[in-house]
């Protein structure tokens, strides 16, 4: 005898699935160790900083995924780990793991301990508030050094943010706006869930030239906290880099590249862009 199907109950079923496999895939934070910023030794010259990859503020998981493929890159590479948290609670941390080399807490996404690499991976968010705070303070320690080579490179699908700089007379606004309010359609109203990650940003956007024009205006301040001799770049995944400032040296000027890539997933072996 056959037995009628109840899509219905199918369906119910999937959607219960789908929301409770993001939560079956994060690792349990609840355990991580908090290091004192002066315990903070790193001694390569790469590392992956995380900022507060935490549902409390990105509560549809935009960015998790591209977190875990982060850490797993830079973990592949021998690339030190460090976490930035904060006080909100501990099992809303979303990473897959939940062991980097340092676990630091900083409220706001300040950096309170030597971080004197060159080279700086960046993860978690969000863009307009703890990750820009972190990236500044980065950039001043960074300018207090004799003038040298520096990158910072942003995973893309890594990254959330709430779009605060895509403002009503830029030309892609619409678009952005309008995915925006798919994503926090019928969701409570506040900071936790109206979040979209970086690469869903230049998807909304679409045009190279706007999504450069976006990339620029959610930097951190590299123009008061660098002197004029260094040369500062902005590159897009393999697009030719922009020139945001010529250097004053006439040769071997010292540079800065903020450089972004949609995902960890796209490195193997040598770094784009290097």
């Known amino acids: 005898m056959c037995h009628q199907i109840d899509l219905r109950r199918i369906f119910l079923l999937c959607l219960y699935w789908l929301g ?14 908090v290091s004192p910023p002066e315990k903070v030794a790193i001694a390569a010259d790469t590392a992956l900083l995380v900022v507060h ?32 948290i904060d006080d909100s609670p501990r099992q ?11 676990a630091v807490y900083s409220q706001g996404g300040e950096v309170t301990f030597p971080l ?14 703890c990750l820009s705070a972190a990236l500044h303070d980065i950039l ?32 892609y606004y619409k678009e952005v706006a309008q995915f925006m309010q798919v994503i926090s359609y019928g969701r409570p109203a506040g900071e936790h869930w109206p ?7 230049m998807g ?33 995944n393999t697009f030719p880099p922009v020139t945001l400032r010529p250097g004053s040296y006439a040769w071997k000027t010292p540079t800065l ?10 490195l193997s072996g040598e770094v784009i862009g290097e």
């Open 92 to 102: 809303y941390y979303y990473p897959l793991d939940c062991s980097p080399d340092y």
């Open 53 to 84: 990859p935490s549902a409390t503020y990105d509560a549809r998981y935009a960015a998790k995924r591209g977190v875990d493929e982060a850490v797993r890159y830079a973990k592949t590479h021998h690339i030190p780990i460090i976490y930035l």
């Open 257 to 266: 590249t903020f450089e972004f890539i949609d995902s960890a997933i796209n």
């Open 20 to 33: 409770v496999m993001p939560f079956m895939a994060q690792g349990n934070c609840d355990s991580l160790s």
């Open 195 to 201: 979040k979209i990650s970086l690469l869903e940003t």
């Open 204 to 236: 909304a956007i679409i045009n190279p030239l706007h999504e450069i024009d976006y990339l620029q205006r959610v930097l951190p301040r590299w123009d008061t906290t660098f002197k004029k001799r260094e040369t500062i770049h902005l590159r897009l």
């Open 140 to 171: 001043f320690q960074w300018s207090q050094r004799e003038s040298t080579t520096h990158k910072i490179t942003y995973f893309m699908d890594a990254i959330y943010s709430n779009g605060r700089h895509v403002i009503e007379d830029l030309p």
């Open 116 to 129: 004197q690499v060159n080279h700086l991976y960046v993860a978690g968010g969000h863009l307009e508030l």
